[in-house]
């Protein structure tokens, strides 16, 4: 598959984090010659946290999950990649099961200690075989680095993911990396796809729950490829300790700030990646809506404007055409006043209280439109509501991998 133009140049350089061994193996859930089993073993007294999918059709490893995080720790994390295992019955649940019995049997540990995600095709039970003799092989693997990991947890994705953040604690510096996964069925309610982040910090697993929940609700939350949820979506933090700083707990702790700070900028940074490989994409677009009646609203106006086909598909065209902004912006729902609404493209008004501006030279615009990072600012005169997402155009490309998905 064609790399995205949106990509950035090379995958970043991640460092190793204390406690995480990496390993990939071939489980062959679908006809290809590539690694696509992921298995990540963890440093007792990990501490893990989780956010899940809003669907209410969640995958057996969704369900899984959400049993196991309340525990707060973690040995080990599976990810399969090209079959999603949802929509599976009891067979899907028995297939979490083995592979939850299996990692926990080979580290010596209770199978709730293990995570599992699962991506790719919905309706089809993942084969327990492959599942255990991909296990099997990745026991046995020798450990590989990040994009690797990365490539493996991909199945429509045209390029591997990952970021880097660091925090100061006390004497410590901590690390924080991410991989994540993710280019269509992107419009998540709590989080994005299958993404992990693993940090070397001594982090409380209820501190690490509410940091990651708070991060989410400003970057995963905050994105959309094509307005659908996926049933698998899921974003999971592991905490080793292995750095040496002294616990975070509490917010008022020496360094909760910090380590806050630089969890929410890793998991921007991610879910701008996913956005960045939307699937046919070729504009990465900001949309900032101000004044509005309170903040959520901004956000469901800025997600209307986003979640638009004729505002993507008129980005994809270079057009200025900002009637399609006001379409959204009515339809969605909320508190406007159409004679108070005002937009601009790239930092140039081109409509105010309510009405285009009178010889406003599109020119600036035009040029503004032909590059990849496109800026739409709408004002809706109402209030103090703020709100920013993050989306793609919407292109033939988009047509073409989803018309072919399963074939």
Known sequence: MQRSPLAPATFPDLPAIGGVTLRVARARYKQWD?????????????????????SKCPSPEVEWCRD???????????????NSNAFTGNRGRAAVEAIAARAAAHLGCNPSDIF???????????????????????????????????????????????????AVIGDRTVNLVGIIKGSGMIAPDMATMLGYIFTDAAVDPAFLQAALADANRASFSCITVDSDTSTSDTVLAFATGTAGNAPIASPEDAGADAFRAALADLCLQLAHLVVRDGEGASKFIRIDVEGAES???????ALSIANSPLVKTAIAGEDANWGRIVMAVGKAGEP???DLLGISFGGIQVAERGMGVEGYDE?????????????????????????????????????????????
Do not use: M
């Not at 992921?38 to 956010?51: H, N, S, W, Y």
């Not at 003799?133 to 390029?159: S, Y």
């Not at 709100?387 to 490309?397: E, F, N, P, S």
């Open 363 to 407: 020119a600036p615009v035009a040029a503004h439109l032909k590059g990849q990072d496109i800026d739409i600012a709408v004002d809706l005169g109402l209030g103090t509501g703020r709100a920013t997402v993050w989306t793609c155009d919407l292109t033939h490309g988009y047509i073409s991998i989803n018309a072919d998905y399963r074939s």
């Open 34 to 54: 590539r690694c696509d089993l992921t298995f990540v073993t963890l440093d007792r007294g990990t501490a893990v946290a989780g956010v899940t999918t809003a």
């Open 68 to 82: 196991a995080l309340p525990l707060g720790k973690a040995r080990a994390l599976v990810v399969n990649a090209g």
């Open 116 to 166: 599992v995600s699962s991506t790719g095709v919905i309706g089809v039970p993942l084969p327990i075989d492959k599942a255990e003799a991909g296990l099997d092989a990745a026991f046995a693997a020798t450990p590989c680095d990040w994009e690797v990991a990365a490539e493996t947890i991909g199945t429509t994705d045209t390029f591997a993911k990952g970021a880097v953040t660091r």
């Open 295 to 301: 903040d959520a609203s901004a956000h469901r106006i």
């Open 336 to 338: 406007a006043d159409r």
